[in-house]
């Protein structure tokens, strides 16, 4: 059983750096695992995805070069950096786990998911 839980979030201001985690168990190491967030009366949509041996994160083009994306395999631990944070950077976050080799940018490739942590991006 797949468990996944994201903590770090919280309230920033526009230009802020903010660093989320998602804590997972249940062997996870063999997952694709990705972040995505869905901002208040809107889809759920990709931020970004790692492969399972940490390969070429692969981000939402509107995306690249401000938010980072790092796994821990021995600690079964994801992360997402996001730095130069702006107001429409507001949602909550979670993070997925699949087992396909890639990071599709589908939510529905995703079967496991974590509750989501909030993140309040004032501007």
């Known amino acids: 059983q797949v468990q996944l839980a994201e903590s770090g979030g919280g309230s920033v201001q526009a230009g802020d750096s903010l660093t989320l985690s998602c804590a997972a168990t249940?062997?996870?190491?063999?997952?694709?695992m990705a972040w995505f967030r869905q901002a208040p009366g809107e889809e759920r949509i990709f931020v970004g995805g790692?492969?399972?041996?940490?390969?070429?994160?692969n981000y939402a083009d509107s995306l690249s070069g401000r938010f980072e994306i790092s796994r821990d395999n021995n600690k079964e631990t994801l992360v997402l950096q996001m730095n130069n944070l702006k107001p429409e950077a507001r949602a909550v976050y979670y993070c997925?786990?699949?087992?396909?080799?890639?990071?599709?940018?589908?939510?529905?490739?995703?079967?496991?998911w974590g509750q989501g942590t909030q993140v309040p991006v004032s501007s």
């Open positions: 790692i492969s399972r041996d940490g390969n070429g994160p």
């Open positions: 997925a786990g699949r087992t396909g080799r890639t990071p599709s940018p589908q939510t529905y490739d995703f079967r496991y």
């Open positions: 249940g062997s996870t190491v063999r997952y694709t």
